[in-house]
């Protein structure tokens, strides 16, 4: 008797990851997962043509803080099919998972226990947000971007406060938060005390801390090298798990010592991971600590290297970076990190990019309001609503629409370095392997094999390509098909805006008593 599926992919390249398959061969999927892999006559309700395509596990991005429906949309045409807020992560947990529930999503989703939110909740009284009734905090960022003009949150908190924040970011991780994240480098006061009380809580309930670290000076004491050592060290004096966020970014001109650093601290065992993403430029709030005028030119970094994306305008002094970080703290803009027409500069970028291990992760960012004041209305419903396609008068990072289809297109087919396997492994197993013991649901993704979730990416090698930049909003092309538990998202290159079959991925301490 022939299997049965619900859908037959047939004819495509079919990669996995795990073990190694790859040959032409037809998959089946039914029940949310995959049911056979091979050239065996299975009998289904739709057989989907694929040939001269990729057929692989659907891309899991550690680090996207674009947890709307517009985001998961751009991503869903990107190859995505889990998309997690992990660095900044969200406060309260409980609340943003049920109204992301409520509303529904395309891509699988989940957040970390949001540490800066707890401190500015301790140290300066910022109300927790209300994603449930308040459409202006659906974002896990809301809080962090309203509160930036807080007088306390960057510095050093004393022994009680410092309880008091642990307290609040356990209970996230009781709620179901998958691990911690710390925007270190956007307050950069706090003591070792603190982060020694991180690690010691992520070593205890087995929880990564996703960190952005402290500093990414390019200076010789207290700069990026000194904020991984730093990770490197209670990683390693408390045995937890630590996974550094954007290592291109935060990393710098100082590429090569980090790396260095982070292959001894592997080496030894230290429990530490990483990701990168295929972009010269960042992009962040404009309050953020190491944007302050006096810190830029230790960033290797002016003015002239900001664009604030709510006008477009390239900053052009201090004076006018000062005006605007005072009117719009939480206000977005992108950061030129690398000049990737320089070669050496492009090396480090390179550098990161292809560490062993490590993970691509987009950063992405939520789509905000840039354009002609006759677009405002429509883009700011799309932003708040269900809306699709996007409205013109919209932009995000290029990273936000692309970043997958970038590896792909770029460090794949045109610079050639990384092979099409070992890409397809940063972009899915490797992400999985990362969060397999903190969210077990993440085991069954990542893969492409019979009993795994059908979480599955159809792209074309040849002509994926994103198409977004700094001044325009873009979707990618070339992810053919997307299926997100065995539900398509994407078909025929479109986006299906009605099929919401995303699920929440919660940390394995959901519902413990964590004391």
Same mark, same amino acid.
């Given at each position: 008797?022939?299997?049965?599926?619900?859908?037959?992919?047939?004819?495509?390249?079919?990669?996995?990851?795990?073990?190694?398959?790859?040959?032409?061969?037809?998959?089946?999927?039914?029940?949310?997962?995959?049911?056979?892999?091979?050239?065996?006559?299975?009998?289904?309700?739709?057989?989907?043509?694929?040939?001269?395509?990729?057929? @692989?596990? +659907?891309? /899991?991005?550690?680090?996207?803080? $674009?947890?709307?429906? !517009? &985001?998961?949309?751009? *991503?869903? =045409? #990107? %190859?995505?099919?889990?998309?997690?807020?992990?660095?900044?992560?969200?406060?309260?947990?409980?609340?943003?998972?049920?109204?992301?529930?409520?509303?529904?999503?395309?891509?699988?989703?989940?957040?970390?226990?949001?540490?800066?939110?707890?401190?500015?909740?301790?140290?300066?009284?910022?109300?927790?947000?209300?994603?449930?009734?308040?459409?202006?905090?659906?974002?896990?960022?809301?809080?962090?971007?309203?509160?930036?003009?807080?007088?306390?949150?960057?510095?050093?908190?004393?022994?009680?406060?410092?309880?008091?924040?642990?307290?609040?970011?356990?209970?996230?991780? @009781?709620? +179901?938060? /998958?691990?911690?994240?710390?925007? $270190?480098?956007?307050? !950069? &006061?706090?003591?070792? *005390?603190? =982060? #020694? %009380?991180?690690?010691?809580?992520?070593?205890?309930?087995?929880?990564?801390?996703?960190?952005?670290?402290?500093?990414?000076?390019?200076?010789?004491?207290?700069?990026?090298?000194?904020?991984?050592?730093?990770?490197?060290?209670?990683?390693?004096?408390?045995?937890?798990?630590?996974?550094?966020?954007?290592?291109?970014?935060?990393?710098?001109?100082?590429?090569?010592?980090?790396?260095?650093?982070?292959?001894?601290?592997?080496?030894?065992?230290?429990?530490?991971?990483?990701?990168?993403?295929?972009?010269?430029?960042?992009?962040?709030?404009?309050?953020?600590?190491?944007?302050?005028?006096?810190?830029?030119?230790?960033?290797?970094?002016?003015?002239?290297?900001?664009?604030?994306?709510?006008?477009?305008?390239?900053?052009?002094?201090?004076?006018?970076?000062?005006?605007?970080?005072?009117?719009?703290?939480?206000?977005?803009?992108?950061?030129?990190?690398?000049?990737?027409?320089?070669?050496?500069?492009?090396?480090?970028?390179?550098?990161?990019?292809?560490?062993?291990?490590?993970?691509?992760?987009?950063?992405?960012?939520?789509?905000?309001?840039?354009?002609?004041?006759?677009?405002?209305?429509?883009?700011?419903?799309?932003?708040?609503?269900?809306?699709?396609?996007?409205?013109?008068?919209?932009?995000?990072?290029?990273?936000?629409?692309?970043?997958?289809?970038?590896?792909?297109?770029?460090?794949?087919?045109?610079?050639?370095?990384?092979?099409?396997?070992?890409?397809?492994?940063?972009?899915?197993?490797?992400?999985?392997?990362?969060?397999?013991?903190?969210?077990?649901?993440?085991?069954?993704?990542?893969?492409?094999?019979?009993?795994?979730?059908?979480?599955?990416?159809?792209?074309?090698?040849?002509?994926?390509?994103?198409?977004?930049?700094?001044?325009?909003?873009?979707?990618?092309?070339?992810?053919?098909?997307?299926?997100?538990?065995?539900?398509?998202?994407?078909?025929?290159?479109?986006?299906?805006?009605?099929?919401?079959?995303?699920?929440?991925?919660?940390?394995?301490?959901?519902?413990?008593?964590?004391?």
């Amino acid at each position: 008797m022939a299997q049965r599926a619900d859908v037959v992919l047939t004819g495509g390249r079919v990669i996995d990851p795990e073990t190694g398959f790859d040959d032409i061969a037809d998959v089946g999927i039914g029940g949310g997962k995959i049911v056979s892999i091979g050239t065996d006559s299975v009998e289904a309700a739709q057989v989907v043509d694929v040939t001269g395509h990729v057929v @692989a596990p +659907g891309f /899991i991005d550690l680090h996207s803080h $674009a947890q709307n429906l !517009p &985001g998961h949309r751009l *991503q869903a =045409l #990107d %190859g995505v099919t889990t998309t997690l807020e992990l660095e900044a992560g969200a406060l309260p947990i409980a609340d943003y998972y049920a109204a992301a529930v409520s509303e529904g999503r395309p891509l699988n989703f989940g957040y970390s226990a949001g540490w800066v939110h707890a401190r500015m909740s301790v140290l300066d009284g910022a109300p927790d947000a209300d994603p449930l009734h308040d459409p202006g905090d659906r974002l896990g960022m809301s809080t962090f971007e309203k509160f930036q003009d807080g007088p306390r949150w960057r510095e050093a908190a004393d022994t009680s406060e410092i309880d008091d924040i642990l307290a609040r970011v356990r209970e996230q991780i @009781a709620a +179901g938060a /998958i691990g911690v994240g710390v925007l $270190a480098g956007y307050a !950069p &006061g706090f003591t070792q *005390q603190e =982060l #020694d %009380g991180l690690a010691q809580l992520a070593s205890a309930v087995q929880q990564p801390l996703f960190v952005h670290s402290r500093s990414m000076a390019d200076v010789d004491h207290g700069g990026a090298l000194d904020a991984v050592r730093e990770l490197i060290d209670v990683a390693e004096r408390f045995d937890a798990p630590i996974h550094l966020c954007h290592m291109n970014s935060t990393s710098g001109q100082r590429i090569n010592s980090i790396v260095e650093e982070m292959r001894e601290a592997q080496a030894r065992g230290v429990s530490i991971t990483t990701e990168a993403y295929p972009y010269g430029a960042g992009s962040t709030v404009i309050g953020a600590s190491f944007l302050d005028p006096q810190r830029l030119a230790a960033n290797n970094m002016s003015p002239e290297s900001i664009i604030y994306l709510a006008t477009g305008e390239r900053i052009a002094s201090p004076e006018r970076l000062t005006e605007i970080r005072e009117a719009d703290p939480g206000g977005i803009c992108v950061l030129e990190n690398f000049d990737l027409t320089d070669e050496r500069q492009k090396g480090l970028l390179f550098e990161a990019l292809t560490y062993p291990d490590a993970a691509m992760a987009s950063d992405a960012i939520a789509v905000t309001f840039n354009g002609d004041e006759k677009h405002r209305e429509a883009a700011e419903a799309a932003i708040a609503g269900d809306v699709w396609p996007l409205p013109d008068g919209l932009i995000a990072h290029p990273r936000s629409s692309g970043c997958f289809a970038t590896v792909f297109s770029w460090l794949v087919r045109d610079a050639k370095v990384l092979g099409l396997t070992d890409a397809l492994r940063r972009c899915t197993l490797i992400p999985a392997d990362i969060l397999g013991d903190a969210a077990p649901s993440m085991r069954g993704k990542g893969r492409l094999q019979v009993g795994a979730d059908a979480d599955i990416c159809v792209f074309d090698p040849e002509s994926i390509s994103a198409n977004g930049d700094y001044q325009h909003l873009g979707t990618s092309t070339g992810i053919e098909y997307l299926y997100v538990s065995g539900t398509p998202v994407v078909a025929k290159g479109q986006m299906i805006p009605t099929a919401l079959p995303g699920k929440p991925i919660y940390g394995s301490k959901r519902g413990s008593a964590l004391g």
